[in-house]
């Protein structure tokens, strides 16, 4: 069986726990032998006259078999869950400490949705499989050998019905595993895709129903699940039906060993049993053997769903864990360092280069800039010059190529990283909302951002009214229940509820606002900025004018070197 | 527990009214299936130990049929094999069939006017819960009603053939079967219900913190809570864990609970035929047939532990998915205007959203005539939106009157949805064929970008229109409203997100395709309003201020919005 060579993953094949569990369910699955022998003996007795009083102790011996048998397979099945689920919260943190440590400028990092998907709900496909398939797979090795080494010394014809049927089993294994593993993903890819033009078409609801399109959308989702059906039902047919042919032999393997055993007992097949003929209860216990012999490999088969899953969960999961472009200093190194500093900082950038992987004309390259300490600058420049990245640079979102940059004297690096992002405060373009209240939105948790702070922080941006209008309520993400607006005010409210920034980097936050919106968030940055250093990227005429100086990036070089 | 159950009735009615026969099918080859197994084993034994006893002497050696028998185990055998193969094909056949049908009857329940506004108000992390609720329905056919009736149909069975043996026996039988088989998995599904409800919320916290954490990883890293977000998942999928690990107690003590149960029938019964056989009333052959049938009587009643485990689960998706069952009410249209010329017409209207402190809209009075541009200025939060949505009947008012002509509404985030171009545009107008579509594009000045994409029509935009420039989409959308073809547009910010040039180029396409229509813009940017014939000026949910094309105060209200 070539399932039989493949490895799984070395956390469970290495873990003694996981080891434990598939010997105790194995060792389960054979004390049904004794059980078997013991009512093959009473029912033999039955036959040769023996009364009630006889059977009692056999049938008690039944009883207590039973109860050994069920422990040992449902704890054995308990400890594979355990090792199982302890391997998910393990690959897990290692997927969501690789996806935090990642550079958002990362062009090849997965979709923030997709990587949440895989982390969380595709992930979950692990554990049936680590749990389940290891001792499934043990026992079809062993079980079916240990009832064939206790058949064949009371019969080898019944031995040879068994094992002519069996080696047909892993042909058809293979056809199941395969073709059960195409039937699976084409299910669920076409499942995911049908759950995804649901979603799609929910989201987009207000717009289908402004079109009049209702009916036909929902005439259309109708048509995609019923063409679904139709092809999966075509996979299903084949898949189903290797998997009857492998019911099909185990149910004539125990009827030919039923036949030939009752024909024997007759003198009608009188050879087989090694010169001698079969007792009743010889015959009876080989009977009873026979659904126990073919029973590990149903249940081999019936785990290969799962592995099909956990393989692709696995796959996904190594690939949302390999590290690419890192933040500067990782992720792990934002604890909470000693006393922070608080007051204007100059910033130096020296040299600095950028360039996407995979993209050959640089970002930036060569660009030089000295911000002295509480100067306002804004960086000017078209879509696509490099505003945003230099912004990120500078924040030690991803490493620069080349160059150097300086905050406060301290050169930007893996240790100095986090001592210096706390003291900056971040104003993104596209700010997430995150799934929290709104003053969880401001706060995010940390501690110098205070109760008091964020509600300076609200009157600063003038969303007071906003959040006593709806205490407590949550904001959903991706901007539900907040308007464009309101979004960019709460970002610049997160960089406010920072007393200790000394340098702000603000990215367009004016863009999309009314003028009136427009004007009062610009006289609220500059509050703000009043006594620290300022870097603003933005398109807008009116705020680029209210700085000290202005750079054009495209004229960087010139505007640099002046 | 009844009460939960009570969720369930309007899924299960749904279920039965779109499939009754193809459901009682799957289920009753699945019984079938079960009951040849019990059969064949049950045959076996009893031939098995008939054949012993007349092979102890010749003559009854030869006089013994063997051919009935042994015909009928190969038929089971056979059967058996026939009939779970149908039972296979049925079962998914119907899931798959109830998954359309379901998903049909959702859409069209969300798409109604009321529950439409409630589900956009929510966010997108609730639309994935929805998904989740709906699989979780889809699996109540497969995993509870198909073992059950399974189950059912062999404990009947069983203690038929035992009760043929000593009516005691069948009776003691039975009752054993439906004690252990159903009040086990009820047990366990009364148990599991609350860590289900636990690892459901588990479950939508690591989700939630899992998009935070990769959608607001800059605003985490800047404010130094990476970790900390990394430690809050952590904490999520412990939750997890713990939830994960209650349920699997509940299944391993479901497990024990099924194989002390068997161990109990199987021993009791071999006691029973021991004492029959001792008594002269039953052979032995009869009393392997009793022990045999026996043994695997319990064996289809440990399929439903699975069901019972996401029971739990399933009754919490009923209980938010059920309501969206029900057939959906006919949308109400709004009246169209009394007066000949007037494209809509509003009265004293009031809205006040559910929960909201004060009024979204107070007491606007407001008449809009045909051929008419009508520019809705003011800050954000002002109400215009929500104007909008009055006038095209999208939501009900707390107060006043409202009477429009059919009107298209392209919202602040006119929707592209993951289709073809062609079908993003035949949502406005299923018959268009492709010359048609071609002309809207051509209005919409993005025929000779479609013409220059290798696919043309065919090409496929992905999620919010990606694939399309800011510019290239908002011209598609205006291709639909083309399409569309209604008296009056509703338009939020049409031009919102594109820059100076490729806004006015839109504005006056825009305008170019309008014709003797009437043009409702929200806007607060110039650019946007310049081209009405009248400005209203909104503040606070109340109109302050109206002027007309060549009034002095439509400079002046101009003036005061914002340049690009």
Redesign the interface.
């Known amino acids: 069986m070539t399932v039989a060579a493949e490895s799984l993953p070395a956390e469970i094949a290495g873990d003694r726990g996981s080891r434990v569990a598939m010997l105790m369910q194995t060792a389960g699955a054979l004390f049904w032998l004794p059980q078997a022998g013991l009512i093959a003996f009473i029912i033999g007795g039955i036959a040769e006259g023996r009364g009630f009083r006889e059977a009692l102790l056999p049938a008690a011996g039944v009883l207590a078999l039973g109860v050994v048998r069920t422990t040992f397979e449902a704890l054995g099945a308990r400890k594979a869950f355990l090792a199982a689920r302890a391997s998910l919260s393990r690959r897990r943190g290692h997927a969501v400490a690789a996806l935090a440590a990642g550079s958002p400028l990362d062009r090849a990092r997965p979709a923030s949705g997709q990587a949440a998907s895989v982390v969380t709900e595709q992930a979950e496909a692990l554990v049936s499989y680590l749990a389940r398939f290891g001792p499934a797979r043990f026992k079809a090795m062993v079980v079916p050998l240990v009832i064939l080494g206790a058949v064949l010394p009371l019969s080898w014809v019944a031995a040879l019905v068994l094992l002519l049927a069996a080696p047909l089993i892993p042909i058809f294994m293979a056809l199941i595993g395969w073709r059960a593993k195409a039937a699976s993903e084409a299910q669920l890819a076409e499942t995911g895709n049908l759950n995804g033009f649901l979603l799609d078409r929910l989201r987009g609801l207000a717009t289908i129903r402004a079109l009049g399109a209702v009916d036909a959308t929902a005439l259309r989702l109708r048509a995609n699940a019923e063409d679904l059906r139709a092809r999966t039902m075509t996979v299903l047919r084949i898949a189903f039906l290797s998997s009857a042919v492998l019911e099909l032999f185990s149910a004539l393997g125990v009827a030919l060993a039923a036949v030939y055993v009752g024909f024997h007992l007759l003198d009608a097949l009188p050879f087989g049993a090694w010169g001698e003929k079969l007792s009743l209860g010889e015959g009876l216990f080989i009977l009873l053997l026979a659904p126990a012999f073919f029973e590990p490999l149903r249940e081999l088969s019936a785990v290969w769903h799962d592995r099909a899953a956990g393989q692709a969960a696995i796959a996904a999961l190594d690939d949302v864990s390999r590290g690419g472009l890192a933040l500067v200093g990782g992720a792990q190194a934002d604890r909470e360092g000693g006393a922070v500093a608080s007051g204007a900082v100059d910033l130096r950038i020296e040299g600095l280069r950028f360039c996407h992987a995979g993209s050959g004309e640089a970002v930036l390259d060569g660009f030089d800039l000295r911000v002295a300490a509480g100067e306002h600058v804004a960086i000017l420049g078209p879509s696509g010059s490099g505003k945003t990245t230099l912004l990120a640079l500078v924040a030690g979102l991803a490493p620069a190529d080349n160059g150097e940059i300086s905050v406060g004297g301290t050169r930007l690096g893996p240790e100095s990283a986090a001592g210096l992002r706390r003291r900056m405060a971040w104003i993104g373009q596209r700010p997430h909302l995150f799934a929290a209240t709104l003053a969880g939105n401001i706060s995010l948790g940390r501690p110098e951002a205070d109760a008091q702070g964020v509600t300076e922080a609200l009157r600063i941006v003038a969303l007071d009214g906003l959040a006593a209008a709806r205490p407590g309520a949550a904001i959903g993400e991706g901007g539900a229940g907040l308007s464009g607006g309101e979004g960019l005010r709460l970002a610049l409210a997160r960089g406010a509820a920072n007393p200790r920034a000394g340098l702000i980097l603000a990215d367009e936050p004016t863009a999309h606002l009314d003028a009136g919106t427009a004007r009062a968030i610009t006289e609220r940055l500059l509050a703000f900025a009043a006594g620290r250093t300022l870097v603003v990227a933005t398109h807008d005429p009116v705020l680029a004018a209210r700085m000290d100086r202005v750079i054009r990036l495209d004229l960087e070089r010139l505007e640099g070197a002046a | 527990m009844t009460v939960a159950f009570q969720h369930l009735r309007p899924v299960l009615a749904f279920f039965i009214g779109q499939r009754r026969n193809a459901l009682l099918g799957g289920a009753l080859l699945a019984a079938v299936t079960v009951l040849a197994?019990v059969a064949?084993?049950g045959l076996?034994?009893w031939?098995?130990?008939?054949?012993?006893?007349?092979?102890l002497s010749?003559a009854t050696?030869l006089a013994?049929d063997?051919f009935a028998?042994?015909a009928g185990?190969?038929l089971?055998?056979?059967g058996?094999?026939?009939s779970?193969?149908g039972e296979?094909?049925v079962t998914?056949?119907v899931t798959?069939?109830l998954?359309?049908?379901l998903?049909?009857r959702?859409?069209?329940g969300?798409?109604g006017?009321g529950a439409?506004h409630q589900?956009?108000?929510?966010?997108?992390?609730?639309?994935?819960r929805?998904?989740a609720d709906?699989?979780a329905l889809d699996s109540l056919y497969l995993r509870v009603l198909v073992p059950m009736a399974a189950a059912l149909g062999t404990a009947a069975v069983v203690a038929l053939v035992l009760a043929l043996l000593h009516p005691a026996l069948g009776f003691g039988a039975g009752a054993w079967l439906l004690l252990a088989g159903l009040g086990l998995p009820i047990l366990a599904a009364h148990r599991a219900l609350a860590p289900a409800r636990r690892r459901a919320h588990a479950?939508e916290a690591?989700?939630?913190?899992?998009?935070?954490?990769?959608?607001?990883?800059?605003?985490?890293?800047?404010?130094?809570?990476?970790?900390?977000?990394?430690a809050a998942?952590?904490g999520a999928?412990?939750r997890q864990?713990e939830s994960?690990?209650a349920l699997?107690?509940i299944e391993?003590g479901v497990?024990?609970g099924?194989?002390?149960a068997?161990?109990?029938l199987?021993?009791g019964t071999?006691?029973a035929?021991?004492?029959l056989?001792?008594a002269g009333r039953i052979g032995?052959p009869a009393?392997?047939l009793g022990?045999?049938v026996a043994?695997a009587a319990l064996e289809p009643f440990a399929g439903l532990r699975r069901g019972a485990l996401e029971l739990g689960r399933t009754l919490f998706a009923a209980r938010r998915i059920g309501p969206r069952l029900a057939p959906t009410e006919a949308a109400p249209v709004s009246a169209p205007p009394s007066i000949p010329g007037v494209a809509a017409w509003l009265d004293g209207v009031v809205v006040r959203h559910d929960g909201?402190?004060?009024s979204s809209l107070t007491g606007i009075s407001l008449s809009l005539q045909v051929a008419e541009t009508v520019a809705i200025v003011?800050?954000?939060?002002a109400g215009k939106s929500t104007l909008l949505s009055v006038i095209?009947g999208?939501i009900g008012l707390t107060a006043g009157h409202v009477e429009a002509l059919p009107a298209?509404?392209?919202?602040q985030r006119?929707?592209?949805?993951?289709d073809s171009l062609r079908?993003n545009l035949?949502?406005?107008d299923?018959a268009a064929n492709d010359a048609q579509l071609m002309a809207a594009l051509a209005s919409a000045g993005l025929r000779a970008d479609v013409e220059a994409l290798p696919l043309g029509l065919e090409t496929r935009l992905g999620?919010n229109g990606l694939g399309l420039s800011g510019g290239q989409a908002r011209r598609l959308t205006l291709a639909?409203l083309v399409l569309?073809d209604t008296p009056l547009w509703l338009l939020d910010e049409p031009t919102?997100?594109l820059d100076g040039a490729t806004a006015r180029d839109v504005m006056a396409r825009l305008r170019d395709c309008a014709q003797r229509r009437c043009v409702v813009i929200a806007t607060?940017?110039r650019r946007e309003a310049e081209a009405a014939d009248r400005l209203i000026v909104m503040e606070h949910g109340q109109i302050v201020a109206t002027a007309r094309r060549g009034e002095a105060g439509f400079a002046v209200v101009l003036a005061?919005?914002?340049?690009d």
């Open positions: 197994g064949l084993l076996s034994g031939f098995i130990t008939a054949t012993a006893i007349a092979g010749s050696a013994f063997v028998p042994s185990i190969r089971l055998a056979l058996r094999t026939a779970r193969y296979r094909l998914h056949d798959l069939r998954l359309a049908g998903r049909e959702l859409f069209r969300w798409a006017p439409a589900l956009l108000r929510r966010p997108a992390r609730l639309l994935f929805l998904t709906i699989d479950s690591l989700l939630a913190r899992a998009i935070d954490l990769v959608a607001g990883q800059t605003e985490l890293v800047m404010a130094g809570r990476l970790a900390a977000q990394c998942l952590a999928d412990r864990a994960d690990d699997n107690r391993t497990g024990i099924f194989g002390l068997s161990a109990v199987l021993s071999l006691l035929v021991t004492a056989a001792e032995a009393a392997a022990v045999l043994l909201a402190a004060r003011g800050p954000s939060g095209a999208e298209t509404l392209l919202t006119s929707e592209l949805f993951q079908d035949r949502l406005a299923p999620e639909r569309r919102e997100g607060h940017v005061g919005l914002r340049p």
